[in-house]
């Protein structure tokens, strides 16, 4: 394997001065490289061989929701985002056409074996687009797993989508769109949700609000004041404002013990948290990572956390020298003679 000194320089400094904590990669620009008989690696290389081995990666599927009925005038005027007739709105007919077919496409890629957990924002819009792309198939009366969604949620004359075979769901606080001013970023209560997507775990979608009461006996958080706080009407979150909640929901999405998660959310919050993003990558990585999700677009990442060494063993890697003998290599020969002369 030849590479040229000067540029394995150059990437190994760009990797190592990227800094400590997650960084986020597009999943098809990265390798599994599986290296035999390669006593010296590069350092930076050997150390992604062991990332990917030891916990250290984490792929997320981030999705934005489909087309809402505020994207349809919206996409005309700007101004019809202030609308308060489109008071978290829900998807259209086109949206939920564009749900069934990213379905399909989760289903044919093998994608919807892999999710281990969904987390969505607790918005119409994205709780639809959610339970109905990863969500189980058709709800039948008197199934023992609750419905994800019942049926006609938002005038959608869609049936009621069951949790069966389907990964958990959590709706978070943290993912949602900008809060404030625009009223179709505003959530309706959680007890309107816990009824329309009775299987969706809405424990942690009001994690900001301090005030809860925790009952025993493993029994589900309950939120005491369930009505959006977080929402204000003459005040719109900045965009640094909402970098740093979205850095700080892929640190949450870190702790998480599934190895692959997908997130459904918004066009702003997907866009103004992966320009946090990407630094260490070549500027085109990184312009293909910050640029705007399409409606019910799909992108396939991963999260390295370069700040900590994973305690397990790769189960893949293989120790040599069985059975024990010489192994001198010719590079280390090369040393012993220039280091004796």
Sequence with gaps: MHTDKASLRLVRSQIMDSGPGPSLYPLHRCKTIHLVGCPRLPSFLAFALKSRHCGLTKPCIQVRHAQGVHNVEGEKNYKAYMN???????????????????????????????????????????????????????????????????????????????????????????????????????????????????????????????????????????????????????????????????????????????????IVTHSGFLVHTLRAFGNDCHPSVKKEMCTRFANCELRSMVIVNRSMIGPDVSTTNYPGKVPPGPDLSSDDADEEVSNSI
């Design 84 to 262: 308060p007739e489109y008071l978290d709105a829900p998807l259209t007919q086109l949206g939920w056409q564009q749900v069934d077919n990213l379905r399909k496409h989760v289903h044919a890629s093998g994608l919807s074996k892999r999710v281990g957990l969904v987390v969505t924002s607790p918005l119409l819009r994205t709780l639809q687009t959610a339970v109905g792309v990863f969500g189980g198939e058709g709800y039948k009366d008197r199934m023992t797993a609750l419905p994800l969604m019942v049926a006609n949620v938002g005038s959608s004359g869609r049936a009621a989508i069951s949790s069966h075979n389907s990964p958990p769901f959590i709706a978070v606080e943290d993912c949602r769109e900008h809060f404030g001013v625009h009223p179709c970023d505003k959530r309706h209560n959680v007890s309107d949700y816990q009824f329309l997507f009775p299987a969706v775990d809405f424990s942690l979608a009001s994690a900001w609000i301090s005030k809860i009461k925790v009952i025993q006996l493993k029994v589900p958080v309950i939120i005491e004041t369930d009505e959006d706080v977080l929402w204000k009407a003459d005040v719109r979150e900045t965009t640094e404002e909402l970098a740093a909640r979205g850095l700080k929901f892929y640190n949450w999405l870190w702790t998480r013990k599934e190895k692959e998660i997908a």
